[in-house]
């Protein structure tokens, strides 16, 4: 059924550029074989700019070729082909032989608000209903099939609810009837962190962590979350939120009020990574968690196949963080020290956001860009003579820098705060 739309201004705009790039890249016999589908239709509906552009065209291989696009043989399924245009990025089509088989190809999406299309006139083919699902945010399963064509789907409507839509409830009970166990455990581990990390980017990504909860799967992904409901997040009087996965929830929330950065989120996250190895005997004190959580990150990183730039921020996060929140009572050197360490792992405005969200009510790093600065200057931005840096032996080198940064940071103080009086000596 093809259905007029009511668009706004901002839709109506961003339909007609996608619309009018289109025609100017098939030529005008090809234009009533081509629509537009998936997410690029939901997107274009909510008035929302797209990355990519999806397509469903009844085209011929060597058409397609003709026009620029390569083809890649999936494992299973449909030829696709690709091109990839400055302007609009990824252009992917889906070949099928004929445009009656476009409803059939909608069926086999995964929910009612991607098996719409859109014909390059600009109207609506929308079998399933799903412009009335969009209005409502309402995550429908095409199918009684949609989950078990492709688990990984479970994950992609976890993220979904992460950006403020919700699943029919029965569209929940097709997760909630079986074991997705087995399924998972042969499905490229890659797959689920894409998901997770898309979810850390939206308006409330501890959905997707509570929904894994909720719905007692990806325990083959991150057994770890389902770990944390039993253990302590610390002493009541400083964790009165009890458990751990609670504490993580809300650090989570804090940093993503404050930043949308999915690596400052992932950090926040699992910043305790390390109380999971503490022995229960000592609950709820959790001593030395910050050293475990290094390795800890390393390992949990490299099973999540997440690149180099999240290993070395979540283990010097786990390190680092407790330290951090003493801000205040360290000394000079000590702070310099912290802040070259931040430098090196890449972690420079993350460590001060989730130091301050890891309590109610926690305050900034008092002084951090001021640290951060002096600990980032050359031997040659302190004033270090070098024949006389070369006449201190290799063992006292570093400590003869730090305390020269430390002079050059109260220097900075002073002028910036000539009240300040500042006595507390440093150590190395």
Known sequence: MFLPMEKTTEQRNNVTAILSFLKDLFPQPCHDRVYLVGGTVRDMLMGREGQDIDLVAALSGTELTALGFHAVEPTSGATIYFKYHPEFGKI???????????????????????????????????????????????????????????????FRALRFEADGWRMTAESAQLIRNRDWSPTFSTMPVERFSAEMLKALVLDTPERFFEQMIDFNIGTDFLPEIFRMQYIPAGPPQHHPEGDLFTHSI???????????????????????????????????KHHGHDNAGFSMAVDFCNRLRLSVTYRKALAWISSLHGKANKWG?????????????????????ILPLISAADKTGGLPMAGWDAVVRVAGMSTVELGIDQEKLEAVSVKDRAAFIVQKRVETLRKDLVVSCPCLSISRPSSY
Do not use: W
């Open 329 to 349: 009572e360290l000394r000079d050197s000590s702070k310099i020290k912290m802040a070259e360490q931040a430098i090196k792992a890449g972690i420079v405005r």
């Open 92 to 154: 992917e089509i889906t070949r099928i032989d004929a445009i009656d088989d476009l409803k059939e190809d909608l069926l086999r999406r995964d929910f009612t608000v991607n098996a719409m299309a859109m014909d390059l006139s600009g109207k609506l083919f929308d079998p399933l209903s799903g412009r009335d699902d969009l209005k409502g945010k309402v995550l429908r399963a095409c199918t009684i099939h949609t989950f078990t064509d492709d688990p990984l789907r479970i």
């Open 250 to 284: 809300q650090v989570l929330q804090r940093v993503a009020a404050v930043s949308d950065d999915p690596l400052a989120r992932f950090c926040a996250f699992f910043h305790d990574l390390g109380k999971l190895a503490t022995n229960p005997a000592h609950y709820p």
